[in-house]
């Protein structure tokens, strides 16, 4: 299956810039995700991979031949659209089986493959309904099902599950998991979900304002974020962050802010030696903030809490700390004083230090 | 109920009151009047008081009148003829032209000047371009050393003319009408499409047509309706002739009225066209009352799916 490779991809409508130059190479089979907010440019990538936007600048590489000139269909790929874009005429095993009608797919086969993929949609019932009579989230699975069928060498998913309750979510995304490790495709894949994100993705690509941010593996992108955005991006509840300044205490590195004193591990210690008096925002996630009275002063946080969240087995507490915001995660059973200041501990692993000016990790 | 409230629910009628006062004046006694005369011998000397009541006798009379059926089928065959070559002429253009060149809109305003021209003086220029010895048509065709045509002069060959003249002026109509409806198709279901494999062609066929189909069918019923009632182009240009050839049901009736001096009988031609006419319409709105229906059914049906 064909390899994709973006070079310098440039989308300009009319003089106004959408895409500044964006590099990607994706392996053979890959699942990549795009993520990043909305308008960040992540549709308007996945259309000109399609075809269905000109390339400004740049070249788009599919098995190493450049196809910004070849028409969509002359590129072998399947796709859901964000706004699905079903044929309004058509039922809905016609809309899935336009494209095998077209190939002249032999009929007994077509039938066999609608029901097949109706089934892991649970769209049977529904097969013989117009787009105007389903339901959203009844829609999006259609247009999902439509790009099923297909036997295309890439397939490009716009926020394929954006629409459905959040039960069904969860099984479409254990179906596409189990789909993606079956069929060997490249499959390109723009969402919101983090969750989707982390558990779909070979590599995420992250990116904001018409910039790459950051690719990588899920767990590379989650443990070195290479920028504050990145690093505020993915996970959930999203980072903490702190600004503070690196001072040099005894031979040992602290950041110190409003309210806290951390001393670094050894090995962030070392990188950030060289940044001794620079101001920098000190980033930690809400998984590596333990409750613990009894830690260390400068291997800890002490917080009051603003707002808790109650949501079952845990419970987030918004805190305050030294006048900052800090989000911190709890069991619910563990009994705590709601009105005095409570300490946590820091992993010293999950420490991320970012330049105050640049944002960019030290 | 206090007189508020009476007050109320008479607004509407109030702002209703003048419409409906043009409509009976303007639209149903003339109607009416059209209706009665068609019950009478009357000639244009006397005073519709002073005309005598016949029944039925017109309506028979039409019925035996060879020239009057001659007429309308020659009116079927026109429409028929014009509206096929119009609908697909006017379609096919706005399928060609329905794309973002530089100048499109220029070009599309020129498309649609014939419908602008008055009828007349179509019907004049028409017949100027026609003119067996200066006009362009056999000119050109003489150029080329051919024989000229009697355009004009020959029964068949002069249907083949206001056919022609009527296709000029009509098409941009339909031309407008399905443009409208392309640029309002979907352009996410064209994207659709085009993933999916299919060419221009199967994109005409699968994609745009059946999503236009609506619109067409409505301007089909329009043009046909109008077709029925041509009367100025032809009468400028071959005023019927030669024999029965051209004369349709409208030019039948203005010279019953006209020459024949049978006002009678011409109301009782209007009345029957109006019938007809009648019918092609009540068919259009019915297709259109379906077509809500439909539409209706669908979103109840959708509204019970996700309930
Ligand atoms: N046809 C267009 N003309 C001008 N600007 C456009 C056009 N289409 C998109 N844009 C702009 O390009 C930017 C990127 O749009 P895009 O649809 O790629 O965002 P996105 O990342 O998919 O957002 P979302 O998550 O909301 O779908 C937006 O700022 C948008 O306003
Ligand atoms: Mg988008």
Redesign the pocket.
């Known amino acids: 299956m064909p390899k994709i490779v973006l070079e310098g991809l440039v989308?300009r409508?009319?003089s106004?810039e959408?895409l500044h130059g964006i590099d990607l190479e994706m392996e053979e089979d890959e699942f990549t995700v795009f993520v990043?907010?909305?308008?960040?440019?992540?549709?308007?990538?996945?259309?000109m991979i399609a075809g269905l936007e000109s390339v400004t600048e740049g070249e788009i590489y599919i098995d190493g031949k450049p196809v910004s000139q070849l028409e969509p269909k002359a590129r072998d790929l399947a796709m859901v659209f964000?706004d699905y874009a079903l044929y309004p005429h058509m039922n809905v095993a016609k809309n899935m089986s336009f494209a095998l009608r077209l190939q002249r797919m032999p009929k007994a086969e077509i039938d066999a493959k609608i029901s097949a993929v109706a089934e892991t949609l649970g769209l049977t019932d529904f097969l013989h309904r117009k787009p105007g009579e389903l339901s959203g989230g009844q829609r999006q699975r259609v247009a999902m099902g439509r790009a099923l069928t297909r036997d295309s060498g890439t397939f490009l998913f716009?926020?394929p599950l954006s629409n459905l309750d959040a039960k069904l979510r969860g099984q479409m995304r254990a179906e596409l998991a189990l789909m993606s490790q079956r069929v060997k495709k490249n499959m390109i894949y723009?969402t919101?979900d983090q969750i989707e994100a982390m558990t779909l993705a070979d590599r995420i690509v992250v990116?904001n304002g018409?910039y790459i941010q950051q690719q990588g593996s899920p767990e590379e992108l989650f443990k070195n974020p290479a920028n504050k955005f990145v690093a505020g991006f993915l996970g959930m509840p999203p980072m903490n962050f702190l600004d503070g300044e690196i001072t040099e205490k005894s031979g040992e590195i602290f950041v110190q802010g409003q309210g806290f004193c951390v001393k670094l591990s050894q090995q962030k210690a070392e990188a950030a030696r060289a940044h001794n008096g620079r101001s920098v925002t000190l980033g930690v996630r809400p998984s590596d903030l333990v409750y613990d009275p009894a830690a260390a002063e400068d291997q800890s946080l002490l917080v009051s809490i603003i707002v808790s969240e109650y949501i079952g087995a845990q419970t987030v507490l918004l805190c305050d700390c030294g006048g900052q915001k800090v989000e911190v995660e709890l069991k619910s059973t563990i009994p705590i004083d709601r009105n005095g200041q409570l300490r946590f501990a820091i992993n010293p692993d999950g420490v991320h230090l970012f330049d105050k000016k640049t944002e960019i990790a030290l | 109920m206090s007189i508020a409230n009476k007050a109320n629910r008479l607004t509407p009628y109030v702002f209703m009151a003048p419409a409906a006062i043009i409509l009976a004046v303007a639209l149903l006694y003339p109607i009416g009047y059209m209706i009665y005369a068609s019950f009478l011998d009357w000639s244009p000397s006397q005073r519709i008081g002073e005309a005598d009541f016949v029944g039925l006798r017109n309506y028979i009379n039409l019925m035996h009148d060879a020239a009057f059926r001659e007429s309308f089928w020659v009116t079927v065959k026109f429409a028929a003829v014009v509206v096929t070559l119009e609908m697909f002429i006017g379609v096919g253009l706005a399928l060609l032209l329905d794309r973002n060149i530089k100048g499109m809109s220029f070009l599309r305003t020129i498309f649609i000047l014939p419908m602008m021209i008055a009828p007349i003086v179509v019907g004049l220029m028409w017949r100027y371009m026609y003119h067996p010895t200066v006009g362009i048509f056999n000119r050109t065709l003489k150029d080329w050393g051919f024989e000229g045509i009697p355009w004009l002069s020959d029964s068949t060959w002069a249907f083949v003319a206001v056919v022609m003249a009527d296709v000029w002026q009509w098409t941009p109509f339909i031309f407008i009408l399905s443009l409208a409806a392309m640029q309002s198709l979907p352009r996410s279901a064209l994207e659709a499409a085009e993933i999916d494999g299919a060419s221009e062609m199967q994109k005409v066929i699968h994609i745009k047509l059946p999503l236009m189909l609506p619109v067409l069918i409505v301007t089909l019923m329009l043009r046909l309706i109008d077709a029925f009632k041509v009367l100025e182009v032809i009468m400028v240009l071959t005023n019927g002739g030669p024999g029965l050839s051209t004369e349709i049901v409208a030019m039948r009736i203005f010279r019953t009225a006209q020459e024949f001096q049978e006002l009678g009988e011409a109301a009782a031609m209007s009345n029957t066209l109006l019938m007809v006419l009648m019918a092609l319409t009540i068919g259009m709105f019915a297709y259109n009352k379906m077509q809500e229906g439909r539409a209706a059914k669908m979103q109840a049906m959708a509204a019970k799916g996700t309930a």
């Open positions: 989308k409508y009319g106004f959408v990043g907010p909305s308008g960040c440019g992540k549709s308007t990538t996945l259309r964000q716009d926020e723009v919101h990116m018409g």
